[in-house]
């Protein structure tokens, strides 16, 4: 996550230009050891760029990385804004919740922090009048899209570093504040995640624990979320984020209805993937076993009743 002193060298340096440490210091009013932690951490997440100049003296610009881009593109469209003293870190993950109406509680449960922290996190933001409406649901007003895509950068850039240290190849499938759902391309990095702490395999690759063995093309899915257990519900979301062709719907239905997943703990979960249109269609052909296809939305099929029936056979699912 970006810190406060990473927000404000970030802020000096994404005007363009070449800028030294020492004058880091003086811009920011962060003492120079500070500026040189905060620095060589950006540098190793691939915020900043350095050269030397004379005498060996360290040289930082921004590199070209997207958190750049996101916070130019911010301070371009609402530069009358001081987002570096406005901006924390706690402040940005509750940013990335408001991309609509929210309650306090929702978010809080969600970051598994308090609602006093989260109150606390709004405050800037409250007190500039940039939250719609004013509760008891929390949004960002409409002319602050710039903030939320930058929330959505800053959180994927800390995921995307975080998993690329131990797997290279990875790439981020979703994400929020405190979870990530990732794929890799080599048996390597599957290797490597296998064995690591707070990594979870997930999706298709997960269903053989509960009896049912598909073909798997590819890599496994992972699953970062180190404070929380995962769920069949989740299992079932990650399986259709990835892909929701017709082949991972129906496999999806044969683990709901083998494992009894209630619809509302399912609804709930996919909620937050933006599939929980999804899930009404799906326990209606596993509980009537009636066709919906001409009800599904573009790109999200359902088998058909046959077809299903055929599937549940097949893997003995009663």
């Known amino acids: 996550m970006l810190t406060k002193a990473g927000l404000a060298i970030l802020d000096v340096l994404s005007l363009g230009g070449d800028v030294t440490a020492q004058e880091l210091a003086a811009e920011t009013g962060y003492?120079?050891?500070?500026?040189?932690?905060?620095?060589?951490?950006?540098?190793?997440?691939?915020?900043?760029?350095?050269?030397?100049?004379?005498?060996?003296?360290?040289?930082?610009?921004?590199?070209?990385?997207?958190?750049?881009?996101?916070?130019?593109?911010?301070?371009?469209?609402?530069?009358?804004?001081?987002?570096?003293?406005?901006?924390?870190?706690?402040?940005i993950q509750v940013c990335w919740y408001l991309d609509?109406?929210?309650?306090?509680?929702?978010?809080?449960?969600?970051?598994?922090?308090?609602?006093?922290?989260?109150?606390?996190?709004?405050?800037?933001?409250?007190?500039?009048?940039?939250?719609?409406?004013?509760?008891?649901?929390?949004?960002?007003?409409?002319?602050?899209?710039?903030?939320?895509?930058?929330?959505?950068?800053?959180?994927?850039?800390?995921?995307?570093?975080?998993?690329?240290?131990?797997?290279?190849?990875?790439?981020?499938?979703?994400?929020d504040p405190k979870r990530a759902l990732v794929q890799v391309q080599t048996s390597e990095d599957t290797e490597k995640l296998q064995n690591a702490d707070d990594w979870d395999v997930t999706g298709l690759a997960e269903f053989q624990a509960y009896g049912l063995q598909f073909f798997l093309a590819g890599e496994p899915a992972f699953w970062y979320a180190p404070d929380d257990d995962l769920t069949l519900a989740d299992i079932v979301c990650h399986t259709l984020v990835l892909n929701t062709d017709s082949r991972r719907v129906s496999y999806a239905m044969l683990l709901i209805e083998q494992e009894r997943i209630e619809q509302e703990t399912l609804t709930e979960t996919a909620t937050w993937y933006g599939l929980d249109s999804m899930i009404p269609r799906m326990y209606r052909l596993i509980d009537e076993g009636t066709d919906a296809d001409d009800e599904m939305e573009a790109g999200s099929p359902l088998p058909s009743a046959q077809e299903y029936a055929a599937l549940k056979d097949q893997y003995g699912v009663v």
């Open 31 to 91: 003492s120079r050891k500070q500026v040189y932690r905060v620095v060589d951490d950006l540098l190793d997440k691939g915020v900043l760029d350095e050269s030397r100049a004379q005498h060996n003296q360290r040289v930082l610009r921004a590199s070209d990385d997207p958190i750049v881009e996101a916070y130019r593109d911010l301070t371009s469209n609402l530069g009358h804004v001081d987002w570096a003293d406005l901006l924390s870190p706690a402040t």
């Open 100 to 175: 609509e109406p929210r309650r306090i509680t929702t978010i809080a449960d969600r970051l598994g922090i308090t609602r006093q922290a989260v109150h606390k996190a709004l405050s800037p933001l409250k007190n500039r009048a940039m939250l719609a409406p004013a509760g008891p649901e929390y949004a960002l007003a409409d002319d602050l899209h710039p903030l939320l895509e930058f929330a959505n950068t800053v959180v994927r850039h800390g995921h995307r570093n975080r998993v690329r240290r131990l797997a290279p190849s990875a790439t981020i499938a979703w994400c």
